[in-house]
């Protein structure tokens, strides 16, 4: 009889592949950490390996962050925070995480094109918000920025005068410096890819309304509000997935004409807060671009990283946990084992970030555990309903097997050692109280020669221990008695030869 699905096995039984295959895979080298784009452990062309290469190089310590942001809470030794490429949704508790890591003065980097980071910057908006009017803008040559809010627009930030191979990748060379800002020191230019742009929230006096716009008006000339920008023969691209096939032209509702901002910093390390730098190209930061010796993406890397780094920690924490995998090798994040590290951490750190719910975090645990864990069950009545509905197949055949489907051998056994000891009672009425010394005794006077007597006793012996509960019965005894004493009863049943 087939058995029954057990939701609750195969839930655990799911729990226990999820909680081992990080284990095994690290262990076997099946899995790779390749597999996911901007990660500092991807060598590939899409991965930050030569970033973290070249950061360590100059004193920096990377520890990646790979569960949630949450994991902040309980740092210390402030750093600077590095998003680079996220594309997982940020939930709430880690924009509150996020916040407190700021406020407590730690810097962060968030560069990102098409991704998550519009769910952090909305909480980026309302920490600076007070803080506006105490930002340095003497950097940009103008006395103060009417700023509200940023957000990365989303377009695809295109550049038909500066580009390399395509206008998809715009060649950065407007860059602003001074005091309070990153260092242009030793850069030039800067090569992109597929970047996008940023947006502000400006606010007009005039009409005392605010709005999005891609660039501030100083004096009706437009300027670029950051520290990077593309050339005045730029334009927003609306439609991202032609222009990303090659499929692209200016069109008459789309912004163009100005420079457009890819870097904004928020200094705010002199108001006791961290520094904050939105960049909408986490590209700039992969190691195709950054191994072109004919742009200076590592060195101006180097820059903003010592620009953030107000504390002096010399401590990177890279964001591995919101990564997603890369375009062609997908299937293989199945083997990733930091994917299933991420994926149970997240849920811990989860429960485990408030100080008043991290106590109970054990308890839950346990009634999950105490309420999904398998139970032992007793075996369902035999119903002679059901062996009469198979009238080929006897009462003793339907219990034997009955018996067997629940692993119940010792009664199985107990079965067929009291069949056997009737047969022996009809045939030479020795008595159903009869022992495995006394069944030895009448087949040895009855059937000499016919068996193996040591090795026999031996067996009947085990019979009466298993049937008694002495031992626990395996299913290799079970099958080996059970042979034994079908022969017996089939050599008492056989008519003696004359």
């Not at 070249?54 to 920096?60: A, P, T």
């Amino acid at each position: 009889m087939a058995r029954k699905f057990d939701r609750n096995v195969f839930m655990l039984s799911i729990l226990f592949i999820i909680f081992c295959l990080p284990i095994f895979l690290s262990v076997t080298r099946i899995g790779s950490e390749d597999t996911r784009q901007f990660s500092i452990y991807n060598t590939n062309w899409d991965g930050t390996s030569i970033l973290k290469e070249n950061l360590e190089s100059e004193g920096y310590e990377f520890q990646p962050v790979v569960s949630t942001l949450n994991s902040l809470t309980r740092i210390d030794n402030l750093g600077v925070l590095a998003l680079v490429g996220p594309t997982i949704f940020f939930d709430p508790t880690e924009t509150v995480a996020l916040a407190y890591f700021i406020m407590r003065g730690g810097s962060v980097l968030i560069a990102d094109d098409f991704g998550s980071a519009n769910d952090i910057l909305g909480l980026v908006n309302t920490i600076i918000a007070p803080f506006v009017d105490s930002i340095d803008t003497s950097g940009f040559g103008v006395a103060g920025i009417p700023l509200q809010g940023l957000k990365v627009n989303k377009s695809l930030l295109m550049d038909y005068e500066s580009y390399h191979l395509s206008p998809v990748m715009p060649v950065i060379k407007y860059f602003i410096s001074g005091d309070g800002l990153p260092s242009t020191s030793g850069v030039t230019q800067v090569v992109t890819s597929y970047p996008s742009a940023i947006s502000f929230l400006a606010y007009d006096e005039a009409t005392d309304t605010t709005h999005w716009v891609p660039a501030f008006s100083i004096g009706g000339v437009p300027i670029p509000s950051g520290i990077a920008a593309s050339t005045s023969h730029s334009w927003l691209e609306k439609d991202v997935d032609k222009a990303r096939n090659g499929d692209f032209i200016m069109d008459d509702d789309e912004w163009s004409g100005i420079p457009f901002s890819v870097m904004v910093p928020i200094p705010l390390g002199a108001v006791g807060l961290g520094n904050i730098l939105i960049c909408t190209d986490p590209s700039i930061f992969i190691n195709e671009l950054m191994s072109m010796s004919q742009y200076y993406n590592a060195q101006y890397a180097s820059n903003l990283f010592d620009w953030l780094d107000i504390n002096g920690s010399r401590t990177i924490f890279y964001d591995e946990g919101h990564l997603a995998p890369s375009k062609g090798r997908a299937f293989l994040s199945i083997f990733d084992p930091f994917s299933y590290v991420s994926m149970y951490l997240r849920y811990i750190n989860s429960f485990t970030m408030f100080p008043l719910l991290a106590p109970f975090f054990p308890i839950i645990a346990l009634i999950f555990l105490k309420r999904n864990y398998p139970k032992s069950r007793g075996m369902s009545p035999l119903l002679m309903t059901k062996i009469k509905q198979k009238k080929s197949r006897s009462f003793f055949a339907a219990k034997m097997a009955w018996y067997v489907n629940y692993e119940q051998y010792d009664k199985a056994l107990n079965v067929l050692y009291k069949r056997l000891k009737r047969r022996l009672d009809r045939k030479f009425d020795c008595g159903l109280n009869i022992d495995s010394n006394q069944i030895m005794e009448l087949l040895e006077n009855q059937y000499s020669g016919k068996f193996n007597y040591d090795h026999l006793l031996k067996n009947l012996k085990s019979v009466e221990q298993f049937t008694e509960k002495k031992k626990k019965v395996t299913e290799e005894d079970f099958l080996a008695l059970v042979l034994e004493l079908k022969n017996i009863e089939d050599i008492i049943t056989k008519p003696k030869s004359r």
